[in-house]
């Protein structure tokens, strides 16, 4: 079965939902480097939106060249722009956002555990 994009999209939204509530108690983390996998799929995550906010302008901007969209308060140029523009600068701020985590990634990969293991504890 294939998904829709907005489908993708919002497995995406609800599997950093599900991130966000993992981690928000004490024992989501038993070392270090858990710390930073999960840092590094943030990395992959925010590396890949810019282009996926890419395709969507495109696909936008493809739609409006055949003259069939509308806006329902009849300023059609004015959206289009202002959705462009906002998905230019999401792009933009993301990629602010990929080169900083990927420092996180990077300063997190020298860390280790040094303190007792105890049972369940992977690393």
Known sequence: ?????????????????????????GDAFAYPSQVYDTVGGVNDLLASLPQALEQLRSHLARMAATGNVKADDGDTDGRLAGADLALTDTAAALGQAHAAIARAHGALSLLSWTGPTTEGREG
């Open 1 to 25: 079965m294939t998904r829709t994009p907005s489908e993708i999209a919002d497995t995406a939204a609800e599997a950093i939902r599900e991130l966000n509530h993992r981690t928000l108690v």
